[in-house]
């Protein structure tokens, strides 16, 4: 196996990285730097690039550039091995990929307090354009990312290649889909939560067994939250995906804690008080953003932090970015799926008045050809059972009726020209028209949603025929259905907005490729996705799985543990 694809812990990192071989121990970097006499007790033993590079939140005049250094990523303390002092970083940007125009340069600090992490908001570019960047430490170089600027607003720009993704649980399997992803050379890239998962070793396991494990314990404290997201961002995979393009975050419930919702944690939490919770989601919020390409407008304030956000891709598209957990009610009747009474209250919501305020407003204001929402839980209604009882997902906005019907008639009202949901969390690829009722299924279609399936989350899952799913058959409104890992990957114009779901037979080794299992169509003013593609499935003989089967599987698939 390659170094790329071993199992990572602390000590192959500290071997493949070519630390073990040094003078300086495991976690005593910052002992050496003073233990060097004069001027070279200031330069770092190593490269300290060690979790690459990234960029996101573009306007038509900058972006956000990131870097975080770490000698050991590993390091129990969650500080990367790092000296206890301000590393100075210079960065640089290019309008080539070879550096041989630079347009801006500086130089930018490196805190312990921040664990080393770099943002660089830059701005004064050129819109619509694509650019290079890179920095340095000493004399160290860290590899070089690509960018870009948004288009003017006034212009609708060239058409877009915008890919969406979720869902990466380190242990159940290798980013492979980050490797193909970066691979397809996208525009822009939208993580729509779970990015990290808070498990310790042994916790999450699937069929099969985990394919490599978590560092450390289950995160609740900074150090502990720090450590997990070294360890994710050490992962070559994914740093492709992130030096490809430009991306657009937000966080689901596992940078946390499993389904939480605003200052209630989940059933049986490791830290089960108010303020034992706040503490930890204090914690969680700012590891991520150190290791994310937000904005200074994202800074956390102690257990809060601001992740919702509008972006605007010229006059193509507005990118209304959601957070649909820190302002929640909590999950009705318990959680999971229910026929619950609490789930239609109107006074419930998922988004919070402030945010549902600012939605609405955005949409009154919109002059834009495409209007994405891109958050976390399922939008559309999922009934999973056939007859007069109704049992949807707590969790996703079936446990928020009013709080979607109010999202719905804001776009329905500010005419907005085509509303388009995309959506995580669920470990599997969907797509589904939204109706005005979906209790009738001759109701009106107002709008589409498309759900990517996860990097790795639950291994690797099976293909199958769509249309054998019973959801499909219960709720007519859902087109689309496929349990394999990948991406969705789509190309926005202004007369069609097309969505290809990329699928990989395995992610329990490294290298599978990817392959289109559907490709859907969107239409300017016409609402409601087309299929235009299905890749065909050979079903074996006797292998068909009962229909009860089938919706167990797939209630677990998104719920456990």
Known sequence: MADSARPLNRRTFLVTSGLATA??????????????????SRDLPADPFTLGVASGDPDPDGFVLWTRLALDPLAE???GGMPDRTVPVRWEVASDERFRTIVRRGTAAARPRSAHSVHVELNGLRPGREYWYRFRAGAHVSPAGRTRTAPHPATYGPALAMAFVSCSQFEHGYFTAYRRLAEENPDLVLHLG?????????????????????EGPETVTLANYRLRHAQYKSDRDLQAAHEAAPWLVVFDDHEVENNWADDIPEANSDTPSYEAFRARRAAAFQAYYENMPLRRRSVPKGPDIQIYRRVQWGRLANFHMLDTRQFRDDQGCGDGYKDCPEAVDPKRSITGNAQEAWLLDGFRRSRARWDVLGQQVFFAQRDNTD??????????????VASRERITNGWLDAKVRN???????????????????????????????LVCTSITSTGDGADSNPADHPFLKINPHLRFYNN????????????????????LPTVRTPGAQISTKATFVIEDRVPGVNQTYLR????????????HDLIQQTIDNETQP
């Open 23 to 40: 003078t300086v121990l495991p976690g005593t970097a910052h002992a050496a730097a003073q233990a060097a006499p004069g001027r070279r």
């Open 77 to 79: 303390d969650g500080l």
């Open 194 to 214: 779970d990015y990290q998962y808070e498990y310790k070793k042994g916790v999450y396991t699937i069929p099969g067994g985990n394919v490599r494990d978590h």
């Open 387 to 400: 007859g007069p009882v109704k049992k949807t997902s707590m969790d996703a906005w079936d446990g928020y």
């Open 419 to 449: 509303p388009v949901v995309l959506t995580g969390d669920v470990h599997a690829h969907w797509a589904s028209d939204l109706k005005a009722d979906y209790d009738d299924p001759g109701s009106r279609t107002v709008g589409a949603e």
């Open 484 to 503: 394999q890992r990948g991406y969705v990957l789509t190309r926005i114009g202004k007369d069609e907005m097309k969505a290809d779901f990329k699928t």
């Open 536 to 547: 065909p499935y050979a079903r074996a003989k006797a292998s068909a799985q009962p229909e």
